[in-house]
């Protein structure tokens, strides 16, 4: 409920007076040898902190100071700069509106496991009372009902306010970031940034700033207010971890318990060097936010990344998406029909694939990486000696690309067009490369014919029990060689190319799955295959894009291609 701004005038009187009355000592900056925060000890290898309340009760004993956010993107990202550079635990009331703008967050994947949302203005007054938080600061449209002996201060809206609040000086943010989590994770607190004051959803927040802290002053003069500020004191042999979906205030809590908050691109303890060695070294995690799943879920991420056996992909970590982008060359080796790649040797395709990575790198936040996507069997017009019109091309004739990319620290594809054999039978024929730790699977029903049907007189497909099956073995594959995470490409630009895709498997951790859409001619035909692609695609794919280098009039430029929502994790070039 809003209320009346005399309401908020007489209330903010009242507050301070109160306070005032109390004395003068909760309103004194704490100095070094004392902080404002008392925290709790987290005991256990592991922890799910599923939103702000969560990690507030379990990192948090008491606090002079709290900081509460309404629900607001902007509300939460300016609370959460004030909050770090405070040292105070930071709460949000109402609906958490979505902070994420970066090209995690325009996948789909983002979404598979849930945000973290705000809690009940109840349960903040709740929350307050407990940690026995004697100043509040709020920012945004907060309503609350305030308490005895509490002081509600409102965000004074201009940087000179904060600082003589806080005793920080703040830097306002130009330009939209696109990762406010790692932003938030990954800030000085000595140099912390902020929102412009007027940049939030309420717009209001600036003059209720202005009537609070010029209400209940008299004709003599103003009272200077400081808020009590935390010292976290470091804590050590435990990582907390942070995701696209994290809460800031979940993060800024952490923070302010001492915490070492670590930022991955996705919430699994695989995902980057940092996590993966916290796990081996023993360090206990603290999950934040409902982007790692329940405990269940997290543990088994945790175990999966404490296997030292497992070697790190090109970039860090197992996982293989998200966090980087490849861009790949397609074909097969020394037939140029086939793809831009069958047009060099192993050593000029790799150079060739760098150039392309060179043009992409200015416009991703994350590294950027080569590849080849390697047509390995190849469908024929005639049925061949084993009457199924495919041939596959022995492992020997693939090494040298492999092994160059390999090298060049990039990611092979071994693609599949089986004509009317088995796409099974197919992968097991190239164990031998898929055992290697950058090499991923990617199978073709374009060329996925039924018995009598001769490939390139119709547009194949395949059920989706038959790639469940292969992604059964291609995932025990991986487990049992200590392998890291393991692409599965499903290449599509018809709906009817992959029967009853929704009953696709996806349940194994040790595999990214990606789709594929291979649209090709103007850009509005690809955005339509696009788009028609990724209708009800779960939300556990990974999408991927192809530039036709001669069909698609004209070709996407990187900077297009990489302005696509959402945006491609995977670009090929045939």
Known sequence: MRVSAMTRRVTAAVALAVSLALGSSALVACGN????????????????????IAASESLIDS???????????????????????????????GSVEDAEDDS???????????????????????????LGAKTVLTVGAVDLTGGEGRQVIADPGTTDGLKELVGTEFKVLKETESKPTRAVVEMDPEKPTVVKGDATKDGGANQEAQDRASD????????????????????????????????????????????????????????????????????????????????????????LAKDDKVKELPGGGTLLFPGRHLIATYGHPGVAPLGVMGEDDPEDAVARAKDYVKQYEKFADDPVLPAFEIIASVAQADPGPRGDYSEPAPVETLKPYVEAMTKAGGYVIIDLQPGSADFLDQAKFYEELLKMPNVGLALDPEWKMEPGQVPATQVGHVKAEEVNRVADWLAELTRKNNLPQKMLMLHQFQLQMIRDRETLDLSHPELAFVLHADGHGSPQEKFETWNVMLQDLQPE?????????????????????????PRPWLVTYQ
Do not use: C, Y
Not at 37 to 49: A, I, N, P, R, W
Not at 220 to 249: F, H, N, R, W, Y
Not at 549 to 556: A, C, G, L
């Open 104 to 130: 995690t967050a325009k996948s789909p994947k983002k979404d598979a496991r849930g945000h973290d949302t705000g809690a009940d203005i109840a349960d903040v007054e709740k929350e307050i009372d407990r």
């Open 541 to 565: 794919i990974f999408e991927a894009w192809k530039n036709f280098i001669d069909e698609d009039q004209p070709m996407f430029t990187p900077e297009e291609t990489m302005n696509i929502e």
């Open 33 to 52: 040898s004392d902080s404002a925060v008392s925290t709790k000890k987290v005991d256990g290898e592991s922890t799910v902190l599923s939103d702000d």
């Open 63 to 93: 606090s002079e100071a709290v900081v509460v956010s309404s629900a607001g993107a902007a509300e939460q990202r300016r609370a959460a700069g004030i909050a770090v550079a405070a040292g105070l635990p930071m709460l949000v009331a």
């Open 216 to 303: 209940g002053q008299d004709d003599k003069g103003q009272e200077s207010i400081t808020l009590p500020k935390g010292s976290p004191k470091e804590v050590k042999d435990k990582l907390a971890l942070a995701a696209p979906g994290t809460g800031l205030a979940s993060i800024a809590t952490a923070r302010a318990a001492g915490l070492k908050v670590s930022w991955l691109p996705v919430g699994d303890a695989r995902a980057t060097s940092e996590s993966i060695s916290a796990a081996r070294d023993g360090e206990s995690l603290i999950a934040l936010g409902k982007v790692f799943g329940d405990k269940d879920k997290f543990d088994q991420s945790i175990e």
